[in-house]
């Protein structure tokens, strides 16, 4: 009876920790960064801020997320929006970039998102392909609104990079962008 008795309070207690836990599984990150993208796509925030390093880490210090953010504005795609964000009982900080030709990038981080894989992975979610990976425990999301695949895979291997080791863009960097923007159409809003 004992016996009986603890297998069901372990699995009461598992079930409630699967409740408390299932955003940890990269499928439902995956889900809440698509909302978070198609939100940003919809408010059309395309706000350059000039104290976006200020208000980044001030976000990034109030969630007590340890995480670096690239500035990209080197290969013209500037932030263009960063804010806090709470879905789904989740808080995180989505980061918005947007390029000359209508490219649209979002960048959705998450503490304590550890199932993610800490190399890169690639998703697809309502037809639209992510790239998701964790540094430690944050968990980043990378997606776009209508760029071409190749390079939306080049801006993902340089941002997941640099999240690794927490540099800003370097030269070879800028060139493999500017290469795959060369080599890609344009995206169209």
Not at 18 to 41: C, M, N, Q
Not at 54 to 82: H, M, Q
Request: proline share 4%.
């Amino acid at each position: 009876m004992a016996s009986l008795a603890t297998v069901l309070l372990l699995g009461s207690l598992m079930s409630v920790l699967v409740l408390k836990t299932d955003f940890l599984y990269p499928v439902s990150g995956l889900r809440v960064a698509e909302v978070i993208h198609t939100e940003w796509l919809e408010s059309h925030a395309r706000q350059s801020n000039s104290r976006h390093e200020a208000l980044l880490k001030t976000t990034l210090e109030g969630l007590y997320l340890d995480a670096y953010v690239p500035d990209l504005s080197k290969v013209d795609l500037s932030f263009s929006g960063i804010r806090r964000v709470n879905t789904q009982g989740v808080e995180g900080v989505h980061i918005g970039y947007a390029g000359p030709s209508g490219c649209m990038v979002s960048l959705v981080v998450f503490r304590n998102h550890i199932r993610l894989p800490k190399d890169i992975a690639f998703f697809k979610t309502g037809g639209r392909p992510v790239y998701g990976w964790r540094v430690g425990r944050t968990g980043f999301y990378l997606l776009a609104h209508k760029m071409d695949t190749d390079r939306l895979y080049e801006i993902a291997k340089v941002v997941h990079r640099l999240t690794r080791i927490r540099l800003p863009l370097d030269p070879h960097a800028v060139i493999a962008l500017k290469d795959a923007r060369a080599a890609s159409e344009p995206c169209v809003t």
